[in-house]
Nanobody, 119 residues
Framework: QVQLVESGGGLVQAGGSLRLSCAASGSIFSINVMGWYRQAPGKQRELVASINSGSGTVYAASVKGRFTISRDNAKNTVYLQMNSLKPEDTAVYYC?????????????WGQGTQVTVSS
């Protein structure tokens, strides 16, 4: 089993910053992709950013230049630094870890953390 524990959400004014953290524990394959997704009310869950175990990153166009994803492989932890926040960034943010190899597959989600940006 794999557990993902998120922290760092909250309420912030537009233009402010927040940092999300997600620590993974359990039977995790070392070569994996960790990412952050978000879901706003009435909308589908969407990718915000992801980072693989080699530190390659992918960002949604809407957050590029404002958000930075990073990871600590030794701690199986992924971070999302969110700067210049906008009201449209308001959503529940979910951490994800996934891998596909010949002997193992995994796709796990955190419980979600609320981010609210006031105008």
């Amino acid at each position: 089993q794999v557990q993902l524990v998120e922290s760092g959400g909250g309420l912030v004014q537009a233009g402010g910053s927040l940092r999300l953290s997600c620590a993974a524990s359990g039977s995790i394959f070392s070569i994996n992709v960790m990412g952050w997704y978000r879901q706003a009310p009435g909308k589908q869950r969407e990718l915000v950013a992801s980072i693989n175990s080699g530190s390659g990153t992918v960002y949604a166009a809407s957050v590029k230049g404002r958000f930075t994803i990073s990871r600590d492989n030794a701690k199986n932890t992924v971070y999302l630094q969110m700067n210049s926040l906008k009201p449209e960034d308001t959503a529940v943010y979910y951490c994800n870890i996934r891998w596909i190899v010949s002997t193992s597959t995994g796709n796990y989600w955190g419980q979600g953390t609320q981010v609210t940006v006031s105008s």
